[in-house]
């Protein structure tokens, strides 16, 4: 059986690494030969997660073909957020928890979709049903993706799946996952260290909504002034962005990891659609206030994409 590769998405976040890790741990127990990569470098809460279980980062890729005929996605499955060669080659396997867009193959694979706050926790039902032992590095590993994906099981797209994985994994990996959690989240934090385009870019993804180009960033802090007061600088970095890579809309989600509360700041056009989304209005510094909203994939691109409709 030849090798394959398995990887997150682009700008890669933690669950994005670890489910990687995770899978292709799974993956070789099961007999096929799998690497775990990334499609990007970690960032600082990912960092904070592999420094505390002692595990290496992966190695970054920017091209599958050259390595691989074969692939595996976790964590993503619309091409844009994939590795660059995506279209050639084969991919055999996806574990993700978002929606299905822009994504077609050859040939049959194994697909598995679910909804739920973090496709670690999907890998963790796998490890239960293939009868693997799950190790206590790998589980401290997926718990950890799901503290990220969940902001500490917070965030509205947490399920009953998710809280009862979290209990099991932070046993096996025996740590207090309520203090280890918040000390995980707030490593994610430290803005001030971040240029204005390495923070746009960091966590961003693209979509296409009503033949729009729009790209969706989240930075997590403890105080929103800690990216407002910057708002200038994001912006100019956004329209930069947006300049050199042909996105219509440019979305920066300011999010408060303690009391899951988010601010928005747009560039691009049409700020009309993201008004409508959330029923307010920008102020004049194209910033809005979005109480309660943590999560991008179930707060943000639903009602933007409604919209755009």
């Known amino acids: 059986m030849s090798k394959e590769l398995v990887f997150g998405h682009q700008n890669p976040d933690t669950d994005a690494i670890n489910a990687a890790k995770a899978y292709a741990y799974l993956q070789n127990r099961l007999g096929y030969d799998v690497e775990a990569v990334a499609l990007g470098e ?15 980062a992966p190695r970054v890729i920017t091209a599958a073909k050259p390595e691989v005929d074969s692939v595996m996605l976790v964590d993503h499955n619309e091409f844009q957020q994939s590795v660059s060669d995506i279209k050639d080659v084969t991919i055999t396997h996806v574990v993700d928890h978002h929606k299905v867009g822009n994504f077609e193959t050859e ?58 994985a979290v209990e099991d994994l932070a046993k096996i990996a025996d740590v207090d996952y309520k203090d280890y959690g918040i000390k995980m989240l707030k ?41 407002l007061k910057r708002t200038d600088e994001i912006k100019a970095a956004m329209e930069k962005a947006s300049a050199a890579n ?64």
């Open 187 to 227: 490593a994610g934090t430290n803005v001030d260290a971040s240029s204005a385009d390495e923070l746009v870019d960091q966590d961003a993804k693209s979509f296409t909504m009503g033949g729009k180009n729009v790209r969706i960033d989240q930075i997590n802090v403890v105080d929103l002034q800690d990216i």
């Open 42 to 56: 970690i960032n600082d809460e990912t960092k904070f997660v592999l420094d505390y279980f002692d595990e290496p």
């Open 107 to 164: 040939k049959p694979l194994y697909m598995r979709e679910e909804p739920l706050g973090c496709t670690s926790t999907i890998i963790y039902k796998l490890f239960k049903e293939n009868n693997v032992e799950v190790p206590a590095k790998v589980a401290g590993l997926m718990l950890s993706a799901i503290i990220s994906d969940t902001l500490l099981l917070q965030s509205p797209t947490t399920t009953d799946t998710d809280r009862k």
């Open 246 to 309: 042909s996105f219509d809309l440019y979305l920066v989600l300011v999010t408060n990891v303690l009391d899951s509360n988010s601010a928005l700041i747009v560039t691009g056009d049409p700020k009309s659609a993201v008004e409508k989304a959330f029923n307010g209005k920008l102020n004049d510094a194209d910033v809005m206030n979005l109480p309660g909203v943590v999560s991008r994939k179930k707060q943000v691109v639903p009602p933007l994409t409604e919209a755009f409709e």
